[in-house]
């Protein structure tokens, strides 16, 4: 990328130096902006997670703030509330993540393939749930599962079954297919992006190759868009860690969940108990486990995915 | 990059010349078929909930969820959801529309300065900045919503309109954006033609490098107003005063409540919310165009 001043010859020290400044007053605003909204709250929150509220025997005086160290982190690791929570997403995600972009890819390449009808009808299908909010997708479902408004629960008992999204063992499938129903589209967005920037002759030659549509899809079209598969996968790692609209939407309609059924549940619930230092852990602690998992993710696939 | 411009350019691929037979019909059905049966599972739920909003609460609870039953009370439901509890509804989606308006317009202006700097300027430190908000563009803002909140509190922003509006305000993939789309379609030549003119640098910004970039501008308002427009978990955290909060913490609030006694009926909640994502669908559909480029600047990253 070629830019004014080692495009052009023999800029003056002077020039440099006034351009050097122009750029750094645009910058301005962003880095204000950025360190009030990104930097300051990552390191208070670091710096918080340190302190516990000290309460005395009777708790009659107001609490004082004391440094504990990594006791904090300690407590946490050792918490089984939330160590069940980080369990739970990591399952979730596990089985989650691979049926949804299993789903998008396939849909993506069944849209690039030739010959497909009425593809804008589906892409804007297929989007649409991505332009609601999370929220609002979220509560109509919870309206869809709900015992005594559901009409999936209804149709099943027409059938003589007994089916109940919001019990205990059915609310980890009902938050997935929340997860699918709303991210897929999008994912599959990013994905068939990439395929239609394959040149159509590279298909073309394959096909005078007497590949079939198949050997096209799995020879030459993925490959290609691999690096988009792994920026999806990574995007959607990120996205399950931070698992909380759909549980705290289906609550309402579900008792038996956990208010502790994620880890930011857990984390928002220690900011409500004004336990501001292990709200500050556990968000530190989630954000470590999502860097990692999604930098062990970037590893595993090796430098060619991660290049791109 | 190339991505970015070869879909603005040309959103559809061009058709290849009908040299050969159209593949063999038995695929041609199975891939409508399939592609059918998905997209129902992706629109029913849509259309179960726009039928809802046409059904008293007693008629909800009977008869097929998918098809119209009962008397038509879509105008009853709305005019219910806009009178209710002080008709406070209307005040959340002015809420809403101040927080993703003045927060997208503010954010996109930013971004473009810093895209713009970043892709047109030479100094120290340039590519560690770049690298920085490329950073910053994989941390979920959820994940930054516990620690905005024990940041605010103690500074008294928390249960004001600053709480939601100066988060924001920043938006690094903004900037991403910006920079790449700067760097490809502001010619080097026409900022040193300003120069030579005695154009200021903020004139030529003004005048060149935002003209030049709107189309990535607007992407960038785009995705910065929906995400502002959808943000649940901030806004819930930061807002306790009913009257400041966004529809989306409102709508969850009603829904909260259960239907049980006097709390919100069902039929006012799905109505509430089919007219939340009204402006939403407008944007998507009539911009539809803007979506696709940024979606294919995320790809080639």
Known sequence: ?308 | MTTLQSTRTAPTRPATPARRPAPAHPSRWLTLGVLGIVSVYFLAPVWWLLVSTTKSNSALFSGNGFWFSGRFALLSNLHDVFTRQGAIYPRWLLNTALYAVGGAAVSTLVSALAGYALAKYAFRGRETVFNIVLAAVLVPQPLLAVPLYLLFSPVHLVNTYWGVLIPSMVSPFGVYLARIYAAASVPDELIEAGRVDGAGEVRIFATIGLRLMSPALVTVFLFQFVGIWSNYLLPALMLADDKLQPVTVGLVGWQAQRGIGDAVPFSIVITAAAVSVVPLIVMFLSLQRFWRSGLSAGSVK
């Open chain 1, 1 to 308: 990328m070629s830019t004014a001043a080692t495009t052009h010859s023999t800029p003056t020290t002077h020039h440099a130096r006034r351009r050097a400044r122009t750029a750094a007053a645009f910058l301005l605003p962003f880095a204000l902006l950025f360190a009030v909204a990104y930097l300051a709250p990552i390191g208070y929150t670091l710096y918080q997670s340190l302190f516990k509220m000290h309460r005395d025997g009777l708790g009659l005086s107001a609490p004082t703030k004391v440094f504990a160290g990594l006791g904090n982190y300690s407590d946490a690791l050792h918490d089984p509330v939330f160590r069940s929570s980080l369990l739970r997403v990591l399952l979730i995600g596990v089985v989650q993540v691979p049926v949804m972009l299993g789903l998008a890819l396939g849909l993506a390449l069944l849209l690039d393939a030739k010959g497909t009808l009425f593809k804008r009808f589906f892409r804007l299908a297929f989007f649409l749930p991505y332009a609601l909010p999370g929220v609002v997708g979220a509560l109509m479902w919870s309206y869809l599962v709900a015992p005594g408004l559901s009409p999936i629960t209804s149709a099943a008992h027409a059938l003589g079954l007994h089916l109940d999204l919001t019990s205990g063992p059915m609310l980890a499938p009902t938050i997935g297919n929340m997860l699918t129903w709303g991210w897929t589209g999008y994912n599959m967005l990013i994905i068939y992006s990439a395929l239609q920037a394959i040149p159509p002759e590279l298909a073309e030659a394959a096909r005078m190759d007497g590949c079939s549509a198949l050997g096209i899809a799995w020879h030459v079209k993925i490959p290609i868009v691999r690096p988009a598969l792994v920026l999806t996968t990574v995007f959607s790692i990120i996205g399950t860690a931070q698992l909380y609209n759909e549980p705290a939407v289906l609550q309402h309609v579900a008792p038996n969940l956990s208010s502790n059924y994620t880890p930011i549940f857990a984390a928002y619930n220690a900011v409500n108990d004004n336990n501001f230092g292990y709200a500050a852990t556990e968000s530190v602690i989630l954000a470590a486990l999502a860097f990692v998992l999604s930098f062990g993710f970037l590893k595993l696939v090796g430098r060619r995915g991660a290049a791109l």
